[in-house]
C-alpha cells in the first residue's frame, strides 16, 4: 500500500487493526501532530509494541494545504454511498474521500470488526474535551474508557461521518474532540487519546509510563465537565455565512431556555430548550451552528 494519505504503518501482526485518522478537516492539524509524536516514540521503542497493527492516515490533503476546513463539500459528512461509488462529479474532497476509502477497505478486507477506528479532531470552540461514540456497545465502552465527556445521539444525528459510515459496518468507531484548533493543548490531549486507545486494544503494553501519563492526563482535562451526555438540540445552517455565535459561548456552558445564543440572517436565536452548550461555530465553515446537550445518569455514569 503506498499513497499519500498513509503516515505510517506499525505493529506486529493482523490479530487486531487499528486506524487513526488526522486532520479529516483541513484546518485541524493538531490530530497529525499528535500523530507524529506517538509514531516517533513507537518507532524509537519498537518494545513498546504488543500485537496488532496501527495505520496513521491523513484525511483531506487538498484542504490541509490550504489550511480550510475543506475545498467544496465538508469530507466528513460524505462517508455516504452515493459519494462513494456514486458518479457524482469528482470534486477535489470526494477525490481524497474515495482514496482514503480504498485504503481502509484494503486493510479491513470486509472484517470490520478487527479494525477500530479513532478520527482526531478539534473545535473552534474555546476549551473541552468530548468524545463521540456511536450506538454499539463496543463503542460505548471505549468512549466511556476516556475518562472525558462522551456524547451519545451526535453520531446519529451528522449524516455522512465516517464515524457513522463504519460504524453501521460493525467497526468500533470513535471521534476524539481534543480541544482548540491550533492549540498544543489539543495536541497534548489528542496524543494522550492515542496512546490510551493503543492500550485498551492491546497494540501496546499497557504498563508503560506513556499510557499511565496520558490517561491521568484525560482524566485530569475531562473531569472538570459532565461526563456521559446525549444530544437533544442541532442547530443546522443552510448557509454559515450568515451565521453569528454570540460572544463567550464554550463546550459545557450551562445554557437556560430562551437564551439568545446568535444571529443568522440578523435574526435573533434563542435556546430552545435548557442543557449545555456543545460546539458553538466560531469559524467561517461548518454546517452546525451549536449543539445543545444534556447529562445522562446510568451504567456508565457510576464507573467515573
Ligand atoms: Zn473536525
Redesign the pocket.
Known sequence: MNSPHIIDILGKDESHKVIIIGG??G??VSGLEAIDKVTEQLKAHPEYLKKGKVYFLKGNLSALQTGE?FIDKDL?RLWLDEYITGDLEEIADTKDLKELHAIIENICQQNYKDCTLL?L???SAESGIFCIPTHNKKSLDLASSFHIPFIEKLSESLPGTALAYYGNKGMTSI?V?GGTHGTSRATENLEAAIWHLLAYEGIVKDDLEIVKRSRKKLQKEGEVYPYHLELTYRHQLDDSRFFKMNKGYYNFKQIDQNEPLATHYQKQIKSPQKGFMLMPLYQKKGSDGFFIVKEIKDIYSKKR
Open positions: 479529516m478537516h484546518n485541524e476546513r466528513n478520527d479532531h478539534t473545535f471521534v474532540e
